[in-house]
């Protein structure tokens, strides 16, 4: 190509939208997802497309990539309108959906071949590409292991290393980090930016994670189908400048604090940060102002002024106009084997827990205690064992050896006793897709031994308390995540359970959806319910009383978030935050190996 040609193609935007609109049909109604959206992306940089659930950022990504056709408006990829020219953008695009299509029944050789027979990879550029992407991913060692073996986060990397067989010019990643453990978090990252600064590839990249929005040069900011705003990130979170505080209470109780906080209408936004409540003001004040209007006689409350994040200004606008505010529900009364316990009671017992399947160990000599009330994080890389330990807990595999004690019933003798004691809500969406929500719950109940006034009662409960009225005749596997998620919260909490199993609850829900989901959760622990969580999401564990960090199967730290963050300080990282503790944790097991 002449260097004229070049230069000018070079200047083209990789993607262009203008006055794009996009609506589905469910049944009678009319659902818009994309309205009057008008966005340039920039070439060579890494651009993140940010948004609650239902914001709209998989359907630009399929309309980008010629899946779908829009109802008006253009959308020009590498100068071809996706809307006539489909199959040609599909052969210079890659895009890695948020459940990339493995294999799990081929190995992971296998997989790069199929994909490359797909892309029309020549046989003679094979061998040398597959050592770059091997490599690249950590991946080399794995090639003879059947997909479906792998953990999360290596998954996730050998769907990347497919869909980069031939490098695009332009790469579509929608969610590619959700479920994946820190460690492999920052892996990926590590792959897409060695890819756009050697590369010079261009990626749109959407995420739940605001943490990695601030790592992202451009970010597009969606809101029910509009763009609120595209800028570099910082210019997002400077406009809250004077806005963003950290509050700590005499009492220590961050709970009680954070509620408290909540409910003022001077805050708009209030979280739990290791002993601290991060909090976003409605408009801007002064520490000392705010400090003299939450203490009291009895706690004095301390506020200090700190910069804003990218996240403030993403609540911020999400929320500024709302007047109305979410009040978490209190848990209905104790069950009478609840009432008869001691708060100090150990609710969960483990001792020398082994889970083995073969020759390998899931679990290996796992000790810890649970007291009741109290919210215990289970920690771990993809692969740790903390699925297969949940699954012990809850009786529904056996252990290979040691001691198990759960709501005052051993798990070797009594698990199905055991079980009528908690609540679960699993990983991914576990209830009856083509059921409605209404449905789903009088199934439940059913199941948990409710009948007659005492089930119409808790269900009316659920409906009302998780705010599944207006949609409780829907069904439950056309929800937005966030709805399913309360839905299957809403299931497990049916039979007033003592305990409640969360396995990584929260994965690829949005920031406003998690906020409620802890306020329900903090509200649940206040009132004595047990809570047991897994989560990939370090900020989420700073909700929690206590922590154990696994790897392998083992234990590699137990303690506070705080104490685990401080065990990690250096001079390199005088605060490290809870990832960087997991990561240093992580890093340590790995040079003991």
Same mark, same amino acid.
């Given at each position: ?194 890819? *756009? ?165 899931? *679990? ?183 922590? *154990? ?5 083992? *234990? ?38």
């Amino acid at each position: 190509m002449p260097s004229h040609l070049q230069t000018s193609c070079d200047n083209i935007s990789p993607l262009q939208i203008s006055k794009l609109h996009k609506t589905f049909q469910a049944g009678k109604r009319s659902i818009p997802a994309l309205t009057d959206l008008t966005l340039t992306i920039r070439s060579g940089i890494v651009t993140g497309l940010i948004g609650a659930d239902g914001a709209g950022k998989t359907t630009l990504m399929r309309l980008a990539s010629g899946l779908l056709l829009p109802d008006s408006g253009t959308i020009t990829v590498l100068g071809h309108d996706a809307g006539h020219d489909a199959a040609i953008i599909q052969k210079m695009i890659g895009y890695m959906p948020q459940r990339f299509g493995l294999y799990e029944d081929l190995t992971v050789q296998e997989n790069l071949d199929l994909y490359s027979d797909l892309q029309g990879m020549p046989m003679k550029d094979r061998a040398a590409r597959y050592r770059r992407l091997m490599e690249m991913t950590g991946m080399a060692p794995f090639t003879k292991r059947l997909a479906g073996r792998l953990s999360g986060g290596m998954k996730q990397k050998l769907g990347l290393a497919c869909t980069l067989i031939r490098p695009p010019k332009l790469l579509f990643l929608d969610e590619p980090t959700v479920g994946v453990d820190p460690v492999s978090r920052r892996e990926l990252w590590d792959i897409i930016y060695h890819q *756009v600064e050697n590369e010079g590839m261009t990626v749109l990249l959407s995420t739940a994670y605001l943490d990695e929005a601030e790592r992202c040069k451009d970010v597009i900011l969606l809101h029910e189908g509009k763009l609120l705003g595209q800028a570099p990130p910082q210019e997002f979170s400077d406009k809250l400048t004077g806005q963003s505080f950290e509050a700590r209470s005499s009492l220590h109780n961050r709970r009680g604090l954070q509620e408290k906080l909540s409910s003022s209408n001077v805050v708009l936004d209030a979280i739990i940060l290791g002993n601290y409540v991060r909090i976003i003001t409605r408009k801007s004040q002064q520490g000392d102002e705010l400090t003299d209007l939450f203490s009291t006689a009895e706690e004095e409350v301390e506020i200090l002024a700190v910069p804003p994040r990218f996240e403030d200004a993403f609540i911020y606008l999400l929320t500024s106009g709302k007047t109305e505010k979410f009040k978490p529900p209190q848990h209905v009364e104790k069950s009478s084997q609840a009432a008869t316990r001691n708060n100090n009671d150990a609710v969960i017992i483990v001792r020398n827990l082994q889970r083995r399947f073969g020759d390998f160990y899931a *679990v290996r000599d796992l000790s810890f205690a649970v007291q009741r009330g109290q919210i215990f994080g289970l920690l771990g890389a993809n692969g740790a064992g903390k699925s297969t330990t949940f699954r012990m807990l809850c009786g529904l595999l056996p252990a290979s050896d040691g001691f198990l004690e759960v709501a005052g019933e051993n798990l070797r003798t009594a698990s199905a006793k055991a079980r009528g004691r908690i609540g679960y809500m699993a990983q991914k969406f576990s209830l009856y897709a083509g059921l409605s929500v209404q449905q789903n719950l009088r199934f439940f109940s059913s199941i948990y031994g409710l009948s007659g006034k005492q089930q119409k009662e808790r269900i009316r409960w659920a409906l009302e308390t998780f705010e599944l009225q207006a949609i409780r005749t829907n069904i439950s596997g056309e929800l937005p995540l966030g709805f399913k998620q309360r839905l299957a919260m809403a299931a497990a909490l049916m039979h007033e359970p003592e305990i409640l199993f969360l396995d990584e609850p929260t994965s690829g829900v949005d920031p406003l959806a998690r906020r409620e989901f802890w306020r329900r959760i903090n509200g649940l622990a206040e009132s004595g319910v047990t809570v047991l969580v897994t989560t990939h999401f370090m900020e989420e564990a700073e909700y929690c009383d206590q922590l *154990v960090i696994m790897a392998e199967g083992q *234990v590699l730290a137990t303690g506070d978030p705080q104490q685990l963050k401080q065990e990690q300080t250096s001079k390199s990282l005088p605060n490290p935050t809870m990832e960087d503790a997991f990561i240093a944790l992580i890093e340590q097991f790995e040079d003991r190996k």
